[in-house]
């Protein structure tokens, strides 16, 4: 439970320097890129890479033999529900479909770096 806190802490943090990042380049360099739904889709990935990685450490607690199998099972979990959203959005808001799209690309892969780096480390203290 220690390893959530950290990671929940550390979350909040990287969450909020994005949104801080964000906020000034869409209020400057970025304005005509500017999506409003660009903060809804920050708060969706934020929470479910929390539930999704309190999921991981619960799984690498109890067993390590089926730590790998567990993971990969919660990250074809995680690509569905990021699927469905994305397949939604664009068919429900296509002209804004390109900046949604470039918009969590981008939080998808430093969310996905941000938690596979607290992964390792934590399997490595393990």
Same mark, same amino acid.
């Given at each position: %439970?220690? @390893?959530?806190?950290?990671?929940?802490?550390? $979350?909040?943090?990287?969450?909020? &320097?994005?949104? *801080?990042? @964000?906020?000034?380049?869409?209020?400057?360099?970025?304005?005509?890129? +500017?999506?409003?739904?660009?903060? #809804? =889709?920050?708060?969706?990935?934020?929470?479910?890479?929390?539930? =999704?990685?309190?999921?991981? *450490?619960?799984?690498?607690?109890?067993?390590?033999?089926?730590? @790998?199998?567990?993971? %990969?099972?919660?990250?074809? !979990?995680? %690509?569905?529900? +990021? /699927?469905? #959203?994305?397949?939604?959005?664009?068919?429900?808001?296509?002209?804004? @479909?390109?900046?949604?799209?470039? &918009?969590? /690309? !981008? =939080?998808?892969? /430093? +969310?996905?770096?941000? $938690?596979? !780096?607290?992964?390792?480390? +934590?399997?490595? *203290?393990?």
């Amino acid at each position: %439970m220690q @390893a959530f806190k950290k990671f929940i802490i550390k $979350e909040l943090v990287f969450t909020g &320097s994005i949104g *801080l990042i @964000a906020f000034v380049l869409f209020k400057t360099v970025m304005n005509q890129f +500017y999506a409003p739904v660009f903060w #809804l =889709l920050l708060g969706i990935i934020s929470v479910l890479t929390g539930i =999704l990685h309190y999921s991981i *450490l619960q799984t690498g607690e109890k067993t390590t033999a089926k730590f @790998a199998t567990k993971f %990969m099972a919660i990250s074809g !979990i995680k %690509m569905m529900i +990021y /699927l469905v #959203l994305i397949t939604g959005y664009v068919f429900i808001y296509p002209l804004t @479909a390109k900046f949604f799209l470039i &918009s969590f /690309l !981008i =939080l998808y892969f /430093l +969310y996905t770096s941000f $938690e596979v !780096i607290l992964i390792v480390k +934590y399997l490595k *203290l393990k």
